[in-house]
C-alpha cells in the first residue's frame, strides 16, 4: 500500500539552511563585538552558541550544523590567541560540546517529530478506511431488504436494526433499539422461555436455526426462517449475538400449493389408464407413470436415464433419434400435435399397439417431450371378435335367406331337373328305332339336355357361393356384373309374380372395391324386400341402377312400386330386431347396413312423390390412373 505524508514544515535544502545559518552567526558576532568592551572575551562564545541553537529551532539540523561551523570560524578569528589561552580553549570547548548537543537533538527532535506525525497519518487513514467500511456495511446490511439483520447484546436486547428488519417486523430503528428480542415471539413462546433458550443454544451449539412464527409490531404472526449466530471479541467474551431473519410465509404457502399439485398429479398419473413418457431433447426417459409400468412390464427405476427407443420394435427403435434431431432442425412436426397408432415393444418381446399423441414444453431453457399412449390391445381383440361375430351373423342371414327361398329354390332346380329328364327320355325313345333321321331330333334333344343341366349346376353354384363362409375379401369387382349375379338370385321364383325389372346401369360407375358375396347378400335382402312389398300392388316394376356419386364413390338404387313406407318406420329402419314383417326378425336391413358401412359407404331409404320406396346404398369407386389423368 502506498502512503503520502504531508510536510511538518518547510523542508529547507542546503542553501536555505546556510541563509538562515549566516544571518544568525553574523547576527551573534555582531552583538559579540557590540558587547566585548563589556564582558571581555566571554560573550563571543556564548552567543555563538546562541546562533547555533536559533539555527537550529528555525531551520533544523543542517541550519545548525552550518552555524556551528561558521560560529567556529568566527570564534578563532575574534580571539587573538585562541590557542594560547586556556579560558579561550575552555570556552570554544564548550561551544563544540554544546553545538553538537544542539544538533543532535535537533536530528532525534527532528526523527521523533517526523515519526509522530507519520502515526498520525496512519492513524488517520485507517480511521477514514474504518469509517469507509463501517458506511459500506452499514449499506451492505440495509440493502438486504429481503433480510432482517439485527443485533443483540449479551442481555439479549437490539443494538444494531437494518432496513430489512423494519420491512419485515414493522419497527423502526428508534423504537426498537434496545427491546428485548422476546418483543419478537408469540406469547406463548415467551410463557415458555423460548427466546432466552434460542440464545442459550446458539452460545452453547454456535449457531442456532429455526423455522417458526414471529410478531410483527402490528401484532400479526408470520412464518420466519431464523438464524442466531453468537458474536465473541479477541479475547472470547460474548459480545452480543446476529441474528438473520428471513419472511417464508409465502414461500412456504407457494411450496404447499406445489406439493399439493403435485400430489394431486402423481394421484392422476397412478390411475389414469393411459400411459404417459415424458423424455428430454436426446429422447432420454424423465418420467415414467404407472400406467406405462403395467403396459409395457418394466419398473420405473429401469428405465428412467434410458433412451425412450427401448420401448420401439425395429425400425422405429433404429430411426428415433434421427425423428427428434430433425424435427429440432427443421420445426415441422409430424407426429406432435396429433394422434396415430403405433406400435410399442414390451419387456418380454411382445408388441403392443397404442394410439400415441405427443405434446411439447418448453421450461427452464429445456424442451421436453410429452407421450400419451392408448393400449389397443383389448379394444383391438375385442374389434377382431365382433368382427367374426359379424361376419358369422352375416353368413347365418345368407343360409336363412337360402332357407326361406327353399320352395322357390326347389321349384326353380326342378324346372331344368324335369327338362332334362323329358330330353333324355325323347333320346331314348328315338334310340330304339335308330333311323337316320331321328338322328339330328336326338342331337337335338341331348343338346336341350344339356343347356338345362348347366342352367341347373349354375343355380347349384350361385346359391353354393352365396351361403359360403369364408374371409372377407375386399377386391376390384365390377358392377354391372355383380348386379346382374345378384339379380339371378334375389328373383329366383318371382317371375310367375309378374314383376318387372329394369337395370339401369351407367358405365362409367364401375368398378368398386367390394367383397362380392356380401354386397350380393346386400343386394338379394334389398331385392327380395321390394318384391315381397309389390305383391298387391297393381303395378309390380323393380328398378335397379346405378350411378356416380362423387368423386369417389358410387350409388347403388333399388327402386319399387309398392305402398311405400311410413315416417316413423323409415327413420328407424336399419335398427335390429325391427321389422315390418310379421314374421321377419329385423335383421336383414341391420346386417346390410353394417355390410355397407364396413365397405366405407352408407346406407338410407327415401320415398319418391310419385309412390313406392327407395333404398340407396355407396361403395368406393376405383378409378384408374388413366381416367384420372383423362
Not at 511538518?8 to 536555505?16: D, E, K, N, Q, V
Not at 439483520?149 to 417486523?169: F, H, P, Q, S, T
Not at 335367406?401 to 331314348?428: C, D, F, K, R, W
Request: net charge negative; aromatic share 6%.
Amino acid at each position: 500500500m502506498t502512503r503520502t505524508y504531508a510536510a511538518l514544515s518547510p523542508r529547507a535544502g542546503p542553501i536555505a539552511s546556510l541563509a538562515v545559518a549566516l544571518p544568525c552567526v553574523a547576527f551573534a558576532t555582531v552583538a559579540a563585538l557590540a558587547l566585548e568592551s563589556l564582558l571581555g572575551d566571554l560573550p563571543i562564545w556564548l552567543l555563538l552558541t546562541v546562533a547555533v541553537l536559533a539555527s537550529a529551532w528555525a531551520s533544523g539540523m543542517t541550519a545548525a550544523l552550518f552555524a556551528a561551523a561558521a560560529s567556529t570560524i568566527t570564534g578563532l578569528l575574534l580571539v587573538e590567541t585562541p590557542f594560547r589561552d586556556t579560558d579561550h580553549l575552555i570556552h570554544a570547548a564548550g561551544f563544540a560540546t554544546v553545538s553538537i548537543g544542539i544538533v543532535l537533538v535537533t536530528g532525534r527532535l527532528s526523527h521523533w517529530r517526523k515519526a509522530a506525525h507519520i502515526h498520525e497519518i496512519d492513524a488517520g487513514e485507517n480511521w477514514r478506511k474504518a469509517h469507509e467500511t463501517a458506511e459500506e456495511l452499514a449499506l451492505l446490511i440495509d440493502g438486504a431488504s429481503s433480510l432482517a439483520i439485527y443485533m443483540l447484546d449479551e442481555d439479549g436486547r437490539v443494538a444494531i436494526w437494518n432496513k430489512g428488519a423494519e420491512r419485515i417486523k414493522g419497527w423502526k430503528e428508534e423504537e426498537i433499539l434496545g427491546s428485548s428480542a422476546a418483543t419478537f415471539y408469540p406469547p406463548e413462546d415467551v410463557a415458555s422461555g423460548k427466546p432466552e433458550a434460542d440464545l442459550a443454544f446458539a452460545r452453547d451449539h454456535g449457531r442456532f436455526e429455526e423455522k417458526s412464527w414471529r410478531l410483527r409490531k402490528n401484532g400479526s404472526e408470520f412464518l420466519a426462517d431464523v438464524t442466531i449466530t453468537p458474536l465473541y471479541d479477541e479475547s472470547g467474551r460474548l459480545r452480543g449475538y446476529g441474528k438473520v431473519l428471513r419472511d417464508i410465509t409465502d414461500e412456504k404457502a407457494a411450496e404447499r400449493a406445489i406439493e399439493k399439485r403435485e400430489a394431486q398429479l402423481n394421484s392422476i398419473l397412478a390411475t389414469v389408464p393411459d400411459a404417459m413418457v415424458v423424455i428430454d431433447a436426446e429422447g432420454t426417459m424423465l418420467s415414467f407413470s404407472a400406467a406405462a409400468q403395467r403396459m409395457f412390464g418394466y419398473e420405473e427405476a429401469e428405465v428412467l436415464g434410458r433412451n425412450v427407443s427401448m420401448l420401439m420394435p425395429s425400425p422405429d427403435q433404429e430411426a428415433h433419434d434421427g425423428y427428434i434431431a430433425r424435427y429440432l432442425q427443421t420445426g415441422k412436426a409430424f407426429i406432435i400435435g396429433s394422434t396415430r397408432r403405433v406400435m410399442g415393444c414390451r419387456k418380454d418381446g411382445t408388441l403392443v399397439p397404442h394410439d400415441l399423441a405427443i405434446g411439447e414444453a418448453t421450461g427452464g431453457g429445456e424442451r421436453v417431450f410429452t407421450g400419451f399412449m392408448r393400449d389397443l390391445t383389448a379394444e383391438e381383440a375385442t374389434a377382431a371378435h365382433l368382427k367374426d361375430l359379424q361376419a358369422e351373423l352375416i353368413h347365418v342371414s345368407r343360409v336363412s335367406a337360402m332357407g326361406a327361398m327353399a320352395s322357390t329354390l326347389a321349384h326353380e332346380l326342378n324346372q331344368p331337373i324335369t327338362a332334362v329328364v323329358n330330353y333324355v327320355q325323347v333320346a331314348h325313345m328315338l334310340l330304339e328305332d335308330p333311323q337316320p333321321e331321328a338322328i339330328a331330333e336326338v342331337r337335338e334333344a341331348l343338346a336341350d339336355a344339356a343347356s338345362e343341366s348347366l342352367r341347373a349346376g349354375q343355380i347349384v353354384r350361385r346359391l353354393r357361393d352365396f351361403v359360403a363362409r369364408g374371409e372377407v375379401q375386399k377386391q376390384v369387382e365390377d358392377l354391372p356384373k355383380l348386379i346382374e349375379e345378384a339379380c339371378s338370385l334375389g328373383l329366383v321364383g318371382l317371375s310367375q309374380n309378374g314383376i318387372e325389372t329394369r337395370l339401369t346401369l351407367d358405365p362409367a360407375a364401375t368398378p368398386v372395391l367390394a367383397d362380392r358375396v356380401q354386397i350380393e347378400q346386400v343386394l338379394v335382402n334389398l331385392i327380395r324386400n321390394a318384391a315381397e312389398a309389390m305383391a298387391d300392388s297393381p303395378v309390380r316394376r323393380l328398378t335397379i341402377s346405378s350411378a356416380l356419386d362423387g368423386p369417389a364413390m358410387v350409388r347403388v338404387t333399388i327402386a319399387d312400386t309398392g305402398p311405400g313406407l311410413a315416417e316413423e318406420v323409415a327413420s328407424q329402419l336399419f335398427q335390429a330386431f325391427l321389422s315390418t314383417k310379421s314374421e321377419g326378425m329385423g335383421l336383414g336391413l341391420s346386417i346390410c347396413r353394417t355390410i355397407v358401412e364396413a365397405h366405407g359407404g352408407k346406407i338410407w331409404v327415401d320415398a319418391p312423390a310419385e309412390g313406392g320406396t327407395r333404398f340407396h346404398f355407396t361403395l368406393m369407386h376405383i378409378v384408374s390412373e388413366d381416367r384420372n389423368d383423362g
